[in-house]
């Protein structure tokens, strides 16, 4: 299971996807367990987080980041400054 990222992605790409029609969810600095039931695509306003997947590498992710998450991972989410994303469940 890996996640993928679209660093910095066109306006128009995420125009296509919808994102700014997206719910927003907002975090402050924190670190917690998670795991995606289904697939999560966000994309970040704002923040940074380090998110490591059960046994695997730390991955950073963070603000001007398209995200995919895949369903079945789970992972701890480490947020060292506060995330403000748009995100949609599959």
Not at 3 to 23: A, D, M, S, T, Y
Request: charged share 30%.
């Amino acid at each position: 299971m890996e996640i993928k990222i679209e660093r910095q992605p066109r306006q128009e790409h995420l125009n296509e996807l919808g994102v700014f029609k997206w719910e927003v969810w907002k975090k402050e600095v924190s670190k917690f367990p998670w795991t995606y039931d289904s697939q999560e695509t966000c994309y970040f306003l704002e923040g940074d987080v380090v998110v490591t997947p059960d046994g695997g590498q730390p991955v950073q992710m963070g603000k001007g980041d398209l995200v995919i998450f895949p369903a079945g991972m789970s992972c701890t989410w480490e947020i060292t400054k506060d995330v403000k994303k748009h995100y949609y469940f599959d």
